[in-house]
């Protein structure tokens, strides 16, 4: 099996993919172009005869390459897309190498074959495997894949041959050196194929270039002139550039320790964007592309923090459109429009990344805009509350249930059968406080005061209910539904974020409820363990446990999922992680963005986050030991509710400093520094110089900015 990543331009509507053999699927559903070497002496290198190795430009930018190494020749595809959000190509640069002693001659051959890069097994969304070829046609300039899609070579190719599917395989021709008799052809079967020649003669040493483009746009003639390679490479800066500068507006510097965790951040952020359609934030490009507001919501928190406002805001606004008249948010958007299946925690969703944008920008002109939308959406959040009021729901048997949310499918472990999932409620109540605290800011107070009694009532129901539950199941965690009293750490972390409960819910069944859980993580890192896939969802569970105040924890779950990126040069995960790595079983996309969203809010958590009970701004609490070594830690420009932070982290001799620059906002509960690492117990600190005093938990409080603190042994 052979995994692959994705390409494409920030919010372009298309996205092709490239996988660790060097195909390039020209988009979704597509046709493949895949490489192969002929050498002079007639052997056929193609992927399975070769060594291969992936790599991002820069370790960390959204531009992937794959190199192939056999012999002499070294080969290395790097792939990019060109364009806007307005229309966008794929541009594949092959540069084939000599590294031997003597002169390297043969043919490099680019086939167009009717595959995907997309696999068989992933059957949701965009079926992969096959991918139709009705005719191939080249007219001397381009290839002609279906009458409108066109293939452009940039230099000039000595041939092109193709052939339909009874006529044989391609390969067998390039076995031999030589090319089908056909310039144009048309198989009913749907299964053509051809490939464009290049003969290369490479001295020892020297490297020789070829590309094509492939536009997105059917019939488009693309945007890089023909026979200018050097239009290539100077494309090729200028996507890196950008990409530089989009991935670095918020920053996190780490040492060697930590490189792999920085890489990833960037390389998050950009498959976002690459997978998002225009203002449609999307989990990926194939299997899950279509908007929820449910990752959309996560995803958007993920953006602000690390300096995406804008995104974030043209996404509210285009899912605000579809909110239905009776104040019902749909659970999902796609090009056929808003689904109306019922999934209640849309709503409390729809509110949150609406609020959680007011608190990064302070566009105060957005949330009145918004209003009338926020407080529909508050109403049928209400109305479906009271559903579960009755008295039907006050005799012992539905007690359980009494003022939660109706039934729904919100989880994917609750498709088959609706449950009264917590998750949902937890959304509830999350919006229900946010719409509040909107109310607040612009002036509403009947409105404040109304929502707060919704909210609290709703609250006292929920907390009800969940003791309830754990009495009736006979549990002593926080169940994931009320009906079932199941474990369901994953949904349990919302409560704590974005939910901003952790002070509420009760202590011990908390504590139980992600102990269990991490022996159940720790115990999938044992080899002697038997357990078939898990979700790398659960990177939200990083951030939980930094804030429950467990950072060893945090970052051995960490170290986790780093180890099961696929491919970890590409820096991205699955939706699924199977035990057997390279089992041919359904991975959802990948890189799956809801996935690297929870990475980002996790890893964002480490180094700062809100705590929502004293209104205090929390610093470098979840630092290990290790980051602290080198340059130490640099954090520029992360933003948080009260403005953009920017503090650096290092091991000193006598202990740790943290100096933590101005420009941010001061909140009511100050700011709390937390001794970084889990080596130093600091038995005192300064503040600029001067003596300060420690917290019970050994942090340093602050109220004014900047400031240098100095944790000593």
Same mark, same amino acid.
């Given at each position: 099996?052979?995994?692959?990543?994705?390409?494409?331009?920030?919010?372009?509507?298309?996205? #092709?993919?490239?996988?660790?053999?060097?195909?390039?699927?020209?988009?979704?559903?597509?046709? %493949?172009?895949?490489?192969?070497?002929?050498?002079?002496?007639?052997?056929? +290198?193609?992927?399975?005869?070769?060594?291969?190795?992936?790599?991002?430009?820069?370790?960390?930018?959204?531009?992937?390459?794959?190199?192939?190494?056999?012999?002499?020749?070294?080969? *290395?595809?790097?792939?990019?897309?060109?364009?806007?959000? %307005?229309?966008?190509?794929?541009?594949?640069?092959?540069?084939?190498?000599?590294?031997?002693?003597?002169?390297?001659?043969?043919?490099?051959?680019?086939?167009?074959?009717?595959?995907?890069?997309?696999?068989?097994?992933?059957?949701?969304?965009?079926?992969?495997?096959?991918?139709?070829?009705?005719?191939?046609?080249?007219?001397?300039?381009?290839?002609?894949?279906?009458?409108?899609?066109?293939?452009?070579?940039?230099?000039?190719?000595?041939?092109?041959?193709?052939?339909?599917?009874?006529?044989?395989?391609?390969?067998?021709?390039?076995?031999?050196?030589?090319?089908?008799?056909?310039?144009?052809?048309?198989?009913?079967?749907?299964?053509?194929?051809?490939?464009?020649?290049?003969?290369?003669?490479?001295?020892?040493?020297?490297?020789?270039?070829?590309?094509?483009?492939?536009?997105?746009?059917?019939?488009?003639?693309?945007?890089?002139?023909?026979?200018?390679?050097?239009?290539?490479? #100077?494309?090729?800066?200028?996507?890196?550039?950008?990409?530089?500068?989009?991935?670095?507006?918020?920053?996190?510097?780490?040492?060697?320790?930590?490189?792999?965790? !920085?890489?990833?951040?960037?390389?998050?952020?950009?498959?976002?964007?690459?997978?998002?359609?225009?203002?449609?934030?999307?989990?990926?490009?194939?299997?899950? !592309?279509?908007?929820?507001?449910?990752?959309?919501?996560?995803?958007? /928190?993920?953006?602000?923090?690390?300096?995406?406002?804008?995104?974030?805001?043209?996404?509210?606004?285009?899912?605000?459109?579809?909110?239905?008249?009776?104040?019902?948010?749909?659970?999902?958007? @796609?090009?056929?429009?808003?689904?109306?299946?019922?999934?209640? @925690?849309?709503?409390?969703?729809?509110?949150?990344?609406?609020?959680?944008?007011?608190?990064?920008?302070?566009?105060?002109?957005?949330?009145?805009?918004?209003?009338?939308?926020?407080?529909?959406?508050?109403?049928?959040?209400?109305?479906?509350?009271?559903?579960?009021?009755?008295?039907?729901?006050?005799?012992?048997?539905?007690?359980?249930?009494?003022?939660?949310?109706?039934?729904?499918?919100?989880?994917?472990? +609750?498709?088959?059968?609706?449950?009264?999932?917590?998750?949902?409620? &937890?959304?509830?109540?999350?919006?229900?406080?946010?719409?509040? /605290?909107?109310?607040?800011?612009?002036?509403?107070?009947?409105?404040?005061?109304?929502?707060?009694?919704?909210?609290?009532?709703?609250?006292? @129901?929920?907390?009800?209910?969940?003791?309830? #539950?754990?009495?009736?199941?006979?549990?002593?965690?926080?169940?994931?539904?009320?009906?079932?009293?199941? &474990?369901?750490?994953?949904?349990?972390?919302? =409560?704590?974020?974005?939910?901003?409960?952790?002070?509420?819910?009760?202590?011990?069944?908390?504590?139980?409820?992600?102990?269990?859980?991490?022996?159940?993580?720790? #115990?999938?890192?044992?080899?002697?363990?038997?357990?078939?896939?898990?979700?790398?969802?659960?990177?939200?569970?990083?951030?939980?446990?930094?804030?429950?105040?467990?950072?060893?924890?945090?970052?051995?779950?960490? /170290?986790?999922?780093?180890?099961?990126?696929?491919?970890?040069?590409?820096?991205?995960?699955?939706?699924?992680?199977?035990?057997?790595?390279?089992?041919?079983?359904?991975?959802?996309?990948?890189?799956?963005?809801?996935?690297?969203?929870?990475?980002?809010?996790?890893?964002?958590?480490?180094?700062? +986050?809100?705590? !929502?009970?004293?209104?205090?701004?929390?610093?470098?609490?979840?630092?290990?030991?290790?980051?602290?070594?080198?340059?130490?830690?640099?954090?520029?420009?992360?933003?948080?509710?009260?403005?953009?932070?920017?503090?650096?982290?290092?091991?000193?001799? =006598?202990?740790?400093?943290?100096?933590?620059?101005?420009?941010?906002?001061?909140?009511?509960?100050?700011?709390?520094?937390?001794?970084?690492? *889990?080596?130093?117990?600091?038995?005192?600190?300064?503040?600029?110089?001067?003596?300060?005093?420690?917290?019970?938990?050994?942090?340093?409080?602050?109220?004014?900015?900047?400031?240098?603190?100095?944790?000593?042994?």
């Amino acid at each position: 099996r052979a995994e692959w990543t994705v390409v494409g331009a920030d919010g372009a509507a298309d996205e #092709a993919l490239i996988n660790e053999d060097g195909a390039v699927e020209s988009g979704s559903g597509g046709f %493949s172009a895949e490489p192969f070497f002929r050498t002079e002496a007639g052997r056929l +290198y193609t992927w399975h005869d070769v060594r291969t190795r992936v790599s991002l430009a820069e370790s960390r930018l959204p531009i992937p390459s794959v190199e192939w190494h056999a012999g002499p020749l070294t080969l *290395t595809v790097t792939a990019l897309a060109v364009g806007s959000d %307005s229309g966008s190509s794929l541009i594949a640069r092959y540069r084939i190498a000599n590294r031997g002693s003597r002169p390297l001659r043969g043919t490099f051959y680019l086939a167009v074959r009717p595959f995907q890069v997309n696999p068989p097994w992933q059957f949701l969304g965009t079926p992969g495997g096959f991918a139709r070829i009705d005719s191939l046609r080249w007219d001397g300039r381009r290839l002609l894949v279906n009458g409108d899609r066109g293939v452009i070579p940039l230099l000039p190719p000595a041939g092109f041959g193709a052939l339909p599917f009874e006529a044989g395989d391609l390969v067998t021709h390039l076995r031999r050196g030589v090319l089908p008799p056909n310039v144009a052809v048309r198989d009913p079967f749907g299964a053509a194929s051809g490939a464009l020649a290049w003969p290369v003669a490479i001295a020892s040493g020297d490297s020789i270039t070829t590309a094509i483009e492939i536009p997105f746009e059917r019939g488009s003639r693309g945007r890089i002139r023909q026979g200018d390679l050097a239009g290539v490479d #100077a494309a090729l800066a200028s996507v890196t550039a950008r990409w530089r500068s989009t991935v670095d507006r918020a920053t996190i510097g780490l040492p060697a320790a930590g490189r792999h965790v !920085e890489q990833t951040i960037a390389s998050s952020i950009g498959y976002i964007l690459i997978n998002r359609d225009g203002p449609a934030l999307q989990p990926g490009s194939r299997s899950y !592309e279509r908007s929820w507001i449910r990752d959309g919501a996560l995803t958007g /928190a993920a953006l602000l923090r690390f300096g995406h406002a804008e995104a974030v805001r043209e996404f509210i606004l285009w899912y605000a459109g579809f909110q239905y008249a009776s104040g019902k948010v749909p659970c999902c958007v @796609d090009r056929r429009g808003p689904d109306p299946v019922p999934e209640h @925690d849309s709503n409390g969703e729809f509110i949150h990344i609406v609020a959680e944008y007011f608190r990064h920008t302070g566009d105060r002109d957005l949330v009145q805009r918004l209003w009338p939308r926020i407080d529909r959406a508050v109403g049928y959040l209400d109305s479906l509350r009271h559903t579960r009021r009755t008295p039907e729901f006050q005799t012992a048997e539905g007690r359980v249930f009494f003022g939660l949310l109706p039934p729904s499918i919100s989880h994917e472990g +609750y498709s088959a059968k609706p449950m009264h999932s917590y998750w949902d409620d &937890f959304f509830a109540l999350r919006g229900f406080k946010d719409a509040e /605290a909107m109310a607040g800011v612009l002036g509403r107070p009947a409105d404040a005061r109304r929502i707060a009694a919704i909210r609290d009532e709703f609250a006292r @129901d929920l907390y009800a209910s969940i003791a309830e #539950a754990m009495r009736r199941h006979r549990i002593d965690f926080i169940p994931g539904s009320a009906d079932l009293g199941d &474990f369901d750490a994953t949904s349990t972390t919302i =409560a704590v974020s974005p939910g901003g409960e952790l002070g509420r819910l009760p202590a011990p069944a908390l504590e139980r409820t992600f102990e269990r859980y991490w022996k159940e993580a720790v #115990a999938r890192q044992d080899t002697s363990t038997r357990w078939e896939a898990y979700t790398p969802y659960e990177l939200r569970a990083v951030g939980t446990l930094v804030r429950m105040g467990l950072p060893d924890r945090a970052h051995r779950l960490l /170290a986790g999922f780093m180890a099961d990126q696929q491919p970890a040069a590409w820096n991205q995960w699955p939706e699924v992680v199977w035990r057997e790595p390279r089992a041919a079983k359904f991975l959802g996309d990948l890189p799956h963005t809801w996935v690297a969203s929870d990475f980002l809010r996790s890893v964002a958590d480490i180094f700062v +986050y809100e705590r !929502e009970a004293d209104s205090a701004l929390v610093l470098a609490a979840g630092i290990p030991d290790a980051w602290l070594d080198e340059s130490g830690v640099q954090v520029r420009g992360l933003s948080t509710w009260w403005g953009p932070l920017s503090y650096s982290a290092r091991r000193t001799d =006598a202990g740790v400093t943290v100096a933590i620059e101005g420009g941010i906002r001061i909140p009511p509960g100050g700011i709390l520094v937390r001794p970084p690492g *889990t080596g130093l117990r600091a038995s005192r600190a300064s503040i600029d110089g001067r003596p300060a005093p420690l917290e019970a938990d050994g942090a340093v409080l602050l109220q004014t900015l900047p400031a240098t603190i100095r944790f000593l042994r």
